[in-house]
């Protein structure tokens, strides 16, 4: 029996990003870009690389580099940056309070489901940093979704991998793609400064509350966006 209400009540859930928002992994990814882009002789600055970290590969590709490359080497770019990432996967740790907060939301009745960019073997190794598999109901990657963030189809994949409606789910995330796929379902964002984005620039994105990270979030639970699906109980 999934996670929900007696019968007849709508299901309830929390779909979380991961890279950024529980795991931090943002700037291996920087660092893993720029390797990957170096090696195709593409010289971009760390800074930008991490303003679109949190979109798909496919697109942080398209944004960064040139309109009139020679697109036969984007494969390419995108296995090397899977390479070089693949060497931190050891590296990876859990932000503080992730696993309690994936345990509070779980306690309380919600649906969980992680909700990720990732590839399927960078999730799956996010998922070993943070230890927490028994909390959570679902999670989808890129490999679920036809196009990545700020495109909501992985949002949306993971809302029916736990049966939940977008009006009765709250998304926590930590950049402005994240903001935008759940503003795109008008679904409730919780944006975390934790991946290295601004507050400002996370309401900018439409979300409606920003906390420094995970722990915040859970000292904040029976408040805002998730306190009002717990009162729907």
């Known amino acids: 029996m999934g996670p929900g209400g007696p019968a007849g009540q709508s ?3 929390v779909l979380f990003d ?3 928002t529980l795991v931090d992994s943002n ?3 920087t660092l893993a870009w720029w390797h990957a882009f170096r090696m195709h002789q593409f010289d971009v600055p760390m800074a930008a690389i991490h303003r679109c970290v949190g979109m798909g590969g496919d697109r942080l590709v398209d944004t960064l580099l040139p309109a009139g490359r020679e697109r036969d080497a984007d494969s390419e770019i995108l296995a090397s940056h899977a390479a070089v990432f693949a060497l931190n996967w050891p590296s990876l740790r859990p932000l503080e309070g992730a696993g309690e907060l994936l345990a509070a ?3 309380q009745g919600l ?3 992680l909700a990720s960019s990732a590839r399927n073997q960078d999730l799956a190794a ?3 940093a943070l230890d927490a598999d028994q909390f959570i109901h679902a999670a989808t990657s890129a490999n679920d979704a036809k196009a990545s963030k700020p495109a909501p189809d992985i949002l949306v994949a993971a809302l029916e991998a736990v049966g939940v409606l977008a009006a009765d789910a709250v998304y926590v995330g930590d950049s402005v793609w994240d903001m935008q796929a ?3 379902l008008g679904m409730p964002a919780i944006g975390v400064t934790c991946g290295g984005t601004s507050a400002a620039e996370l309401r900018d994105a439409g979300a409606a509350e920003v906390y420094d990270g995970p722990r915040q979030v859970l000292g904040n639970l029976q408040q805002g966006a998730i306190g009002r699906l717990l009162i729907r109980a």
């Open 126 to 128: 996010a998922r070993r």
């Open 182 to 184: 759940a503003a795109a």
């Open 27 to 29: 700037y291996f990814h």
């Open 18 to 20: 991961v890279d950024g």
């Open 111 to 113: 649906a969980v489901a």
């Open 11 to 13: 299901r309830r859930g």
């Open 105 to 107: 939301c779980h306690e």
